[in-house]
């Protein structure tokens, strides 16, 4: 087994404590600090994410994993040089106002963050002015909005509309899920993407961008 | 969780039959399902009339042939648990010491300066005490000789001893009290016992077994000699582990249950 896949398997069982020797030595063996991130990190948790969603993992499973990564990139990351971003795009993610629900929607950023983005997490019970104003930024390729019940679901109605009438709409997609949210709910509010749960979000968030 | 598995025992009719016939492979079946089912410890008990010595090299050299882990030599008798030491590969668990006779005058010093680690029971010559406060007597006592020759707590596990429940309606709430107080004062000990002397005489006992798994560990126990090839004992194990906020993630439940320990065979 090459170090490479050495640090993969270890992401995918959720090795946090040997991760970033294991980075260490990938570094030290001189593969490229983009190929460690892709190939032993990214692509490790591709297949975590593929496992959950034909439910040959539980969710701890996924966590342990999103946690073992997260302590690779931090090795990692100072070694990918200038110009060399870590990421693959911005995004911005909260549980709509009058929902306090915060697990969902951090098992997703985790998964999204594990995908290769950045993630801004606006927190629960955001303002639709709140999702608008970090939506500005130019720099956001993804919105997502969060609704777990369906007392709250108008909330996500209003949300989405709101962004839709942004003056950036262009830049953005976005992106809904939670409990009650259907494919067909989320089609007839005009958001752009609905998935089923947290690996699915990661998998076509990198569609979006 | 510490688990030391209780089936070769001669005073189980099959396994004393086994010894009777010189049954190895029996003995062997028994070490491996124990070894598979997820044991720390396999317990061999001779329970013969004559030839204890004789009848525990045998078992010890059955069970060592089919598995790596450690033995606990039980017996009733010092002279026969010091005699069985050397015929094992690695340093296990001595079954068992307490404040009887010359009990731990004879084992202490022998596994003083080792790794052996140590049953001790919270009795002495004047039987099993009915109060908390006098097996805690026992303890003290217990611990001031593992002190002078010693013992780390950490190699001892304190055996409060576990009666019947349908005598002794306070079994439970006794022990509570008896292994809180262990734990406290050497957070480090090991407190044990025999789960399924509490359900002796009760029907459908495999239920107050599991009950009685869950309470005693709230109460500190972590280490206990039972059947490991019980699968629903096993999950309470793993699940009680977790609920008492022991197991980072579940992680330990969900690799026991992919290993296959508890659950649905598949």
Known sequence: MSKLEELAAAVETGKAKIVPGLVEECLAEGIEPMDILNKGMIDAMGVVGEKFKNNEIFVPEMLVAARAMKKGVEVVKPKLGAGNSATIGKMIMGTVAGDLHDIGKNLVIMMIESAGFEVVDLGVDVPIDKFLEAAADPEVKIVGCSALLTTTMPSLRDTVEALNKAPNRAQFKIMVGGAPVTEEFAKEIGADCYTDDAAAAAEAAKTLV | ?266
């Open chain 2, 1 to 266: 969780m510490i688990i030391i598995g209780e089936k070769i025992n001669g005073s189980i009719p099959s396994v004393a039959k086994a010894i009777a016939e010189k049954n190895g492979e029996w003995i062997k079946d028994l070490a491996k399902k124990q070894t598979e089912a997820g044991a720390t410890y396999i317990d061999v008990c001779a329970s013969v009339e004559v030839g204890e010595v004789e009848t525990l090299h045998w078992l010890i050299d059955l069970v060592q042939e089919v598995t790596d882990l450690p033995i606990a030599i039980d017996s009733p008798s010092p002279d026969a648990i010091i005699a069985a030491m050397p015929f094992v590969n690695k340093p296990g668990l001595i079954n068992s010491v307490s404040g009887e006779g010359d009990k731990i005058a004879k084992i202490f010093p022998v596994i003083a300066d080792t790794e052996w680690e140590c049953v001790a029971l919270c009795c002495d010559d004047t039987g099993i005490p009915k109060t908390p406060e006098d097996r805690l007597r026992v303890f003290a006592h217990i611990m001031e000789e593992a002190n002078k020759y010693g013992i780390d707590p950490s190699r001892l596990h304190i055996d409060p001893l576990v009666e019947m429940l349908c005598t002794t309606d306070d079994a439970m709430a006794n022990l509570g009290v008896v292994m809180s107080s262990i734990k406290e004062q050497y957070p480090t000990i090991h407190v044990t016992g025999a789960v399924s002397n509490i359900s002796f005489n009760l029907p459908y006992r495999k239920i107050v077994n599991l009950c009685f798994m869950v309470l005693a560990m709230n109460a500190g126990l972590d280490s206990a000699i039972f059947d490991p090839t019980n699968r629903d004992l096993m999950g309470a194990v793993f699940a009680t582990e977790a609920l008492l906020g022991m197991d980072d993630f579940c992680m330990e439940y969900i690799t026991a249950y992919r290993e296959g320990l508890f659950g649905p065979i598949k």
